[in-house]
Structure formats: structure tokens, C-alpha cells
């Protein structure tokens, strides 16, 4: 397919994924009349996709110069070549390897943005390694485990403000929840075609995004257990109804119960050596958090007589004594890494990019109302847009 065909696909998708969402096309239209982003190169690191090329267009309608990259897996070449027609700088493919993404961020930050639109904490951790932090005003992160990195590695090490949008209530229910949630399962249905009904999985973490997992494989009659190292988090999952359980679990009985295994935690290592030693013949294992280091398949590999791949999306891989594991998208994020990615529903995106674009807004106008380093949407933000959500809802209807 040529660049020109590239484009043209894109740009039929984005078409119709613009007419779908009312909450950035009303900010488009004010961002057009009050040009919050004149003077201001906004450098970003996130899933490129439709939905993302809609809030791309929403803030160069602000004035914003954009220069840009996704994250690793995740790219949509389409979409890249529409983005590119429109003038933008785009880099990144989605065939890049790992080394190609880190090159890809590098040269964002190389060019010089001042704003900084984040996923996993890629710029802002590039910007504080070279010691570029002054050239921010500051930015925004989208997600749980680059908010974990500005609390943890980087503490201290980013002088300027970084609104995480993850921190919101409002994105926590609406996005995480139930958008992630529906994805999430209606990915695993669309990579296997496997049945949900009676199946037993196990989802590996209970925040917002294991939460609606849960829940919504629940509901369409998945038998459901819940990995939890949280008191009150492990509370709620077994309050709500759920088999709950601790890594011990995990790697013991959970391992033997379970047919399908699902992390949804941020953090690394959680399916390791221990779990694949005791996991069922024939089990699934995927991941919906942002980094592929959740299941260690560096170590499964190694480990493995032999690793088939039986699509885009779907790997075989023989164990030692005989049985063998399935590997959802390469233990990357199965809902926009996998065979025809999806990823979250075009309202909860039109809520998740309205907050982007209303926070980045405030960083572009008053930076000095807000704190260095991570910190939440601010309350004002959060109820605005709840109210504005309500309304294209329809909700007193």
C-alpha cells in the first residue's frame, strides 16, 4: 500500500471517528477562537490512532505546533500517514522495535517542545536524563504507570508541573472502567474467538482497568478470580463478589484454576519463572497495562522447546514437560497492540481527550497555578467536563 493509500484509509477512519465525538469538536471550535496554544510546541508520546489524530487536530486548532510519537506497538502506520498529509511530524512505525521507539522519543524531545503530552513518562524522563528540564512549562501524563514513575523514579527530578490525567475520577470510571474494561474483553473475543461464557479467568490486579475486566467478563458469564496485593482493593474485589487471592494464589492454586490470565496491574513481573512453572496446559496469558513487562516473556521464551507463532496476534509456546501457553500480542497491550487494535470506546476517548486538552490548556495559560511535578486534573476541570459528558449523554432524558 502506497503512502497516498496509507493516507486515504486513515483519513476515512478519522472521519468517522470525529463525527463521534462531540466533546472535542466543541473544544476544537473555542480552541479555534481563543488560541490557548500560540507560541507552544507541544511534544507527545502516545497511542498513535484515530481517536488520538482527532485531539492531535483539536490542539493544532489552538495553535499549537505538534511534534510527535506513539508508543511502541501501538502505532497505526494509516493514521501516521494521514497525520503527516496534515503537516504534522510524525515519527514512528508500527513495526518499530523497541530501539526504534526510544530513537522516536529522542527525537521529540530533540525538537525542542515546551509542552510535553505523555504516556509511561517516556519524555519526561528523557528531558530530566539531559537535563532539558527548563525548557518546560509543563505537560501532561495519560496514564497509572508513568504517574507511578513521576511519584518514583523521577521524584524530584521534574521541576515543572505534569497533570495526571489517570488521577481523574472522572477518566478512572468513565475510561478506565468501563471503556477499558470493554475492550479488553472484547479483544480477547476478537483475537481468539474464544467463548467467555464459563470460561475461568484470572485478571491480575483490581484498580480501575481490572475493575471493569472483571466485571465485564463477568457479566457476559466468565467464572472470574482476582489477583490483589492490596487490603482494601482485595476487600472490594471479594465484596463485589469475586474468588480473591494474593501472588501466592497466583502462582499456586490460581495457576492451576485458571484458563485465562489477564494483568492489568502497571507493574512488572507479575506472570513470572514461578507462575509458568504451575500454570494450566493450554492457559492464556495477556496484558492490558501500558508497559510489556508485566509477563515476563523474556524468561518464557528462554525457557521454551519451542515458540509458534499462529497469527499476527497469537503465539504457541511449548513447555519442557509437555505443556504449552498461548501468548496474546506479544504481552503487549492486547487492546491496541493485537490484530486490529480498537482500543477504548470513541465516548470514553472523547472524555479522556477533552481532559487532555482542557489540561494542557491550563499548563499553555497558567503554569504558575500549579505545583511542579505529578499532580491531579484540577477539581474545576473534572466537574466541567462531567457536566459537558452528562449533556451529550443525554442523561436527564
Not at 336 to 362: C, I, T, V
Not at 367 to 378: F, N, T, Y
Amino acid at each position: 500500500m502506497t503512502d497516498t493509500d496509507l493516507a486515504e484509509r486513515g483519513a476515512a477512519r478519522v472521519r468517522w471517528i470525529r463525527s463521534r465525538m462531540p466533546l472535542l469538536a466543541a473544544a476544537r471550535a473555542q480552541f479555534a477562537e481563543s488560541r490557548p496554544f500560540v507560541g507552544h510546541r507541544i511534544g507527545m508520546s502516545l497511542h498513535i490512532e484515530p481517536k488520538t489524530a482527532v485531539l492531535l487536530e483539536t490542539l493544532a486548532a489552538g495553535g499549537a505546533q505538534l511534534v510527535v510519537t506513539g508508543n511502541h506497538g501501538s502505532t497505526q502506520d494509516d493514521v501516521v500517514a494521514f497525520l503527516r498529509e496534515q503537516g504534522m511530524t510524525v515519527f514512528g512505525a508500527r513495526d518499530d522495535t523497541i530501539e526504534q521507539h526510544h530513537a522516536n522519543v529522542a527525537s521529540v524531545v530533540a525538537a525542542e517542545p515546551d509542552i510535553l503530552l505523555d504516556n509511561g513518562a517516556d519524555l519526561a524522563a528523557l528531558v530530566a536524563e539531559r537535563g532539558l528540564s527548563d525548557r518546560i512549562v509543563g505537560g501532561t501524563e495519560e496514564t497509572t504507570s508513568g504517574g507511578d514513575r513521576l511519584r518514583g523514579e523521577l521524584a524530584g527530578r521534574v521541576p515543572f508541573p505534569v497533570i495526571v490525567i489517570n488521577d481523574s475520577l472522572l477518566k478512572a470510571i468513565g475510561e478506565n472502567k468501563h471503556a477499558v474494561g470493554q475492550s479488553v474483553v472484547e479483544s480477547f473475543m476478537r483475537l481468539t474467538n474464544l467463548m467467555v461464557p464459563g470460561r475461568r479467568f484470572v485478571v491480575a490486579g483490581y484498580g480501575w482497568c481490572g475493575r471493569g475486566v472483571a466485571h465485564y467478563l463477568r457479566q457476559l458469564g466468565g467464572k472470574v478470580a482476582v489477583v490483589e496485593v492490596d487490603e482494601l482493593k482485595a476487600f472490594e474485589a471479594a465484596l463485589d463478589g469475586f474468588r480473591v487471592g494474593g501472588p501466592d494464589a497466583l502462582n499456586g492454586e490460581f495457576a492451576r484454576w485458571g484458563e485465562v490470565f489477564i494483568t492489568a496491574t502497571g507493574h512488572p513481573d507479575i506472570l513470572t519463572p514461578t507462575f509458568f512453572d504451575a500454570v494450566a496446559d493450554g492457559a492464556v496469558l495477556a496484558n492490558c497495562g501500558h508497559f510489556p513487562w508485566e509477563i515476563d516473556v523474556a524468561a518464557l521464551k528462554s525457557w521454551a522447546t519451542g515458540v509458534d507463532r499462529l497469527d499476527e496476534a497469537i503465539e504457541r509456546i511449548d513447555l519442557p514437560d509437555g505443556r504449552h501457553v498461548i501468548l496474546l500480542a506479544e504481552g503487549r497491550m492486547m487492546n491496541l497492540a493485537g490484530r486490529e487494535p480498537k482500543g477504548n470506546s470513541l465516548e470514553s476517548m472523547d472524555l479522556g481527550f477533552l481532559l487532555q486538552s482542557l489540561s494542557l490548556e491550563r499548563v499553555a495559560q497558567d503554569a504558575a497555578s500549579l505545583r511542579a511535578g505529578a499532580q491531579p486534573v484540577p477539581d474545576d476541570i473534572d466537574r466541567e467536563i462531567a457536566r459537558r459528558m452528562l449533556a451529550a449523554m443525554g442523561a436527564d432524558r
